[in-house]
């Protein structure tokens, strides 16, 4: 098993206000992206998902960038609540826009304070 | 549809031992995929079957491993011998497509192995 825990990254807001998590990708070549949430002790929910063709993509309170410049992600949480407290992944793939083999990043843990 | 479901949801065995992991997907999806989430790495891909047949199984990690799909509604992953090393949440999910429209992958609860 692990000796070493991975710490992760922590984002923590206030109830209310707008969450921005951010996520740097490594394949220039990658043309899928999907944003999930993870709560404790479930497995990762799809959240949104965008394609390369597209730099925003708006869902129900949430919005997806991405720049391909910089190899950037990031989801903005509009209005968080404490529901939204979880780990979320972002996702990269390059087999032609397939979810076929996702590659995770490391995932951020989000933290809403009532 | 209950979603995707796993079985057992812990499981806890000795180093050496058999690990048989089951899975049911939901009924009309075509895809199912295996991941294995570990601290130190994260969520990787294992293996997914498209219509029952293995189509990638370039994550497994060692001929310990293996997976099947003798039907549309089960799946197993099986690690033999078990090592420590192999502890870990392992996920299985499915999908309609993996291109296109009903893309979204709905993952099942996971099932906790410890090896000891």
């Known amino acids: 098993g692990e000796s070493v825990g991975l710490h992760l990254p922590t984002l923590s807001v206030q109830e209310g206000d707008n969450s921005i998590i951010n996520c740097a990708y490594s394949?220039?070549?990658?043309?899928?992206f999907i944003w999930y949430k993870q709560e404790s002790g479930k497995g990762p929910q799809f959240i949104i998902d965008?394609?390369?063709?597209?730099d925003k993509r708006q869902g129900q309170r949430v919005t997806v960038l991405l720049n391909k410049t910089v190899k950037h992600l990031s989801l903005q949480i509009a209005a968080t609540q404490p529901g939204d407290s979880a780990v979320y992944f972002c996702?990269?793939?390059?087999?032609?826009?397939?979810?076929?083999?996702?590659?995770f990043g490391k995932g951020t843990k989000l933290s809403v304070k009532p | 549809d209950a979603g995707v479901i796993q079985s057992p949801r812990h499981e806890v065995t000795e180093m050496g031992q058999e690990v048989t992991l089951r899975c049911k997907p939901i009924?009309?999806?075509?895809?199912l995929f295996w991941y294995r989430q570990t601290m130190m790495r994260g969520l990787e891909l294992l293996i997914y079957?498209?219509?029952?047949?293995?189509?990638?199984d370039s994550g497994m990690p060692e001929d310990r491993f293996s997976a099947k799909m003798p039907n549309a509604s089960f799946s197993t992953l099986k690690i033999q011998p078990s090592e420590p090393r192999d502890s870990a949440v392992y996920f299985c999910?499915?999908?309609?497509?993996?291109?296109?429209?009903?893309?979204?992958?709905?993952f099942g609860q996971g099932t906790r192995l410890t090896v000891v």
């Open positions: 999910a499915s999908s309609i497509n993996i291109q296109g429209p009903n893309t979204e992958a709905f």
């Open positions: 394949n220039s070549a990658s043309d899928y």
């Open positions: 965008i394609r390369s063709n597209m």
């Open positions: 996702a990269e793939n390059n087999y032609g826009g397939s979810q076929g083999n996702l590659i």
């Open positions: 009924s009309g999806h075509d895809y």
């Open positions: 079957f498209n219509n029952n047949v293995p189509i990638d």
